[in-house]
């Protein structure tokens, strides 16, 4: 690569986009890379700012931003199916999501790349849904070329799997415990259920049913394992989570020989949250206590879990504890992104 005056450059070879900006008009590629330039180009490059050029002079051991662009796209997506790329323009290319599902990251292969310097992978939060069609990252290098051996090392950086891939949804058999005597016994209306139905209605599900076992600590625990032997893959206990004595679901779900993942979530709304997982013959079927906040808020912890549930993506206690930052809803109408981890309310 050479740089050149723009009066000179007739017959020579564009290594980058050139960019044209027109305010409230137009901002695009004017000429792209691998252009000829010809003597009616001038005037153009010349309204566009670009006194001078730089034109194609390939170097052993040295990569143009776009080759540079297609190794960094390898290293996010690899031969992914759920993720493709845009055509490369300006040396940035970006990763759409071809399926609706969750976003997983291996966050210290991002952060590995991305501490190398002259080259960049920017992304949306992960373990948090995409739909098909949205940008989750997009990738750079930042000088208009770059030695061959640093983008060897930043291959090597990230290991052989793919930075990003997409878990789908999975279809799911939801049984519902409705724990609480005042809704067993008619003093107050069932409106939990509702909510949840709605809830689990936006992923592929099929509810298999509701009962209303009150606060029976051993109903509860029959009742969850009724619905575990009769095919369900994810069993919800609403309501009874707090310290209350008369609040029994936390026991009676420890009772089903659950392995609790945690029991607390450091978010707000919905620090009460219980995850725990049932295992037997090669079953792994999530048993969940919510607390009532899912009831009446329109964003709790059980948002930030369900797509996840639903994804098939096991759940870690360090991750739960690691929901601290972001972990508080101010319910605002544009998400406080990246300190907020519930996305647009």
């Not at 809830?199 to 049913?209: C, D, N, W």
């Not at 420890?254 to 979530?265: L, P, T």
């Amino acid at each position: 690569m050479k740089e050149i005056r723009t009066e000179d450059a007739v017959g020579q070879v564009l290594c980058h986009d050139i960019t044209q900006i027109i305010k409230d008009v137009k901002k695009g590629v004017l000429f792209k890379k691998g252009h000829i330039i010809r003597e009616e180009d001038i005037p153009l490059l010349l309204s566009a700012g670009k006194e001078h050029l730089y034109v194609w002079e390939k170097k052993e051991g040295i990569l143009h931003e776009n080759e540079g662009a297609e190794i960094l796209y390898k290293i996010c997506a690899g031969d992914s199916d759920t993720i493709h790329g845009t055509e490369i323009k300006e040396g940035k290319i970006e990763l759409i999501a071809n399926i609706d599902g969750v976003l997983k990251i291996r966050r210290d292969a991002l952060l590995a790349v991305n501490s190398l310097g002259e080259m960049m992978i920017a992304s949306r939060h992960g373990d948090f849904p995409v739909k098909k069609g949205d940008k989750i990252a997009g990738t750079r290098i930042i000088p208009l070329v770059i030695e061959k051996e640093k983008m060897d090392r930043a291959q090597e950086a990230a290991g052989k799997e793919p930075i990003f891939s997409i878990l789908p949804y999975r279809k799911k058999k939801v049984g519902i415990v409705t724990t609480g005597s005042e809704v067993k016994k008619g003093l107050i209306q069932d409106t939990f259920t509702p909510v949840l139905i709605n809830k689990f209605a936006s992923y592929p599900s099929e509810i298999l049913g509701q009962t209303e076992p009150g606060d029976d600590m051993e109903q509860i625990t029959a009742d969850i394992l009724k619905f575990i032997e009769d095919g369900a893959d994810v069993v919800v206990c609403s309501g009874g989570m707090s310290v209350d004595p008369d609040d029994r679901t936390p026991g009676a779900i420890k009772a089903a020989g659950v392995r609790i993942v945690s029991y607390g979530a450091p978010v707000l709304p919905g620090a009460m949250m219980l995850v725990s997982y049932y295992e037997k013959d090669n079953r792994r079927i999530p048993v969940l206590g919510l607390p009532g906040c899912v009831m009446y808020a329109k964003n709790t912890v059980f948002d930030l879990m369900l797509p996840r549930i639903m994804a098939d993506d096991e759940i870690y206690a360090s991750e739960i504890a690691a929901l601290g930052e972001g972990g508080l809803c101010l319910g605002c109408e544009t998400c406080t992104f990246p300190n907020c981890g519930f996305g647009k309310g």
